[in-house]
């Protein structure tokens, strides 16, 4: 079983959708979490960053942390299709270590 | 500004033929990380430096695998005797150990071994 779960999708979605993406976790060691998005053939992009449990707003993205369920998610809202894209969780256990991330979820956002 | 970049973006090879990759971080960031995805997974981790001292390797890389930061700028990782099975997407990033320590990532080097 691997640490980090993140369904694959593909998730499809119609413009202007509220998205819900989420990943589990098995270690409870881990205190940073982020959300990467990467286009096609393009490395990894920061989204948001989160330390410890709680929900953090940035524009339309939402990220929560709920570190007694070991269950992070990320909300998107009114949904383009310039967000299809694989959305990437990623974890690690102190600032600077390296990440662990899950497998990805494909989106697809259709106009 | 430019962010971290990364030489080849794409590089084919055959097998048993040793290839180099580059990376160059962001300029002030003084720790740099190597990860590795393949096709439908998530990034893994290989390795990281802090200025030119490597302080963490994962299980994952081998021996034929060697990185450097001889001056804790660019790095370099180094894959020899290459297999099918490094066929990957190799990924460099870069941070600031100070404070929230984000890791931003290169666009990758595409390796395909024949």
């Known amino acids: 079983q691997k640490e980090v779960e993140q369904d694959p999708g593909p998730l499809s979605v119609p413009e202007g959708a509220i998205v819900s993406l989420n990943c589990t976790y098995s270690n409870s060691a881990f205190q940073y979490f982020m959300w990467y998005r990467q286009y096609s053939r393009k490395g990894p992009e920061l989204l948001m960053y989160?330390?410890?449990?709680g929900n953090k707003e940035d524009g339309r993205f939402t990220a929560q942390v709920d570190k007694s369920s070991k269950y992070i998610s990320l909300f998107i809202r009114d949904s383009q299709p310039s967000d299809s894209a694989t959305y990437l969780c990623?974890?690690?256990?102190?600032?600077?270590?390296?990440?662990?991330f899950g497998g990805g979820t494909r989106l697809m956002v259709k106009p | 500004d430019t962010g971290v970049s990364q030489d080849p973006r794409h590089k084919i090879t055959k097998r048993g033929q040793n290839v180099t990759f580059r990376c160059d971080p962001i300029s002030e960031h003084n720790r740099l990380y190597w990860y590795r995805q393949t096709l439908g997974q998530g990034p893994e981790f290989l390795t990281y430096f802090q200025n030119e001292a490597q302080l963490e390797k994962s299980r994952l890389l081998s021996d034929r695998f060697s990185a450097e930061r001889p001056k804790g700028s660019f790095s370099t990782l180094e894959i020899q005797r290459t297999e099918q099975g490094d066929s990957a997407m190799y990924l460099c990033?870069?941070?600031?150990?100070?404070?929230?320590?984000?890791?931003?990532f290169g666009p990758g080097t595409r390796l395909l071994v024949l």
């Open positions: 990623a974890m690690s256990y102190n600032a600077g270590n390296m990440l662990t």
């Open positions: 990033a870069s941070s600031l150990a100070m404070g929230q320590e984000t890791q931003y």
């Open positions: 989160t330390y410890s449990s």
